[in-house]
């Protein structure tokens, strides 16, 4: 049997408050979805989607990857979210073999929405949460 890694109590309240703080900003972040009319599914697509840093937007897999869902699930929440207005599907426009996601003018307004509030909310877990990639949340940015 393989023995327990000891783990200093002190380390063990870290982890539980920051567990703790996850769970209070992601249940903000569903209900502020809920509000705007949103899943919280919808708006994480969404959200991924809207911050695809490179070229045409991201593939269903990038999506799925980024999710951490299965593929053929965030084909059926795609489609879901196409038949709403929120995404399309486009061609790529250097290999028209890949099928990227793109946000809608609805889509756009739906996440920009949110994620002001959601930024807001953020924000003010900076002593929680230190969000290297993102300067504007830092104290010290």
Do not use: W
Not at 29 to 45: D, I, K, N
Not at 78 to 95: A, I, K, N, P
């Amino acid at each position: 049997m393989a023995r327990t890694a000891r783990v200093a109590k002190q380390d063990l309240e870290a982890l539980a408050e920051f567990r703790y703080q996850l769970r209070r900003f992601l249940r903000f972040s569903e209900h502020a979805a809920r509000e705007a009319g949103l899943t919280p599914l919808q708006y994480q697509l969404l959200l991924q989607v809207a911050g695809c840093p490179q070229r045409d937007g991201p593939t269903v897999g990038e999506l799925a990857e980024r999710l951490q869902r299965a593929q053929h699930g965030v084909v059926a929440l795609v489609t879901r979210c196409e038949q709403s207005g929120l995404v399309e599907r486009r061609g790529g426009s250097t290999d028209r073999r890949r099928v990227y996601v793109c946000l809608t003018e609805a889509g756009e307004e739906a996440v920009r929405r949110v994620a002001a509030l959601t930024r807001r909310e953020l924000a003010s877990l900076g002593h929680v949460f230190r969000i290297e990639r993102l300067s504007a949340y830092n104290d010290d940015a």
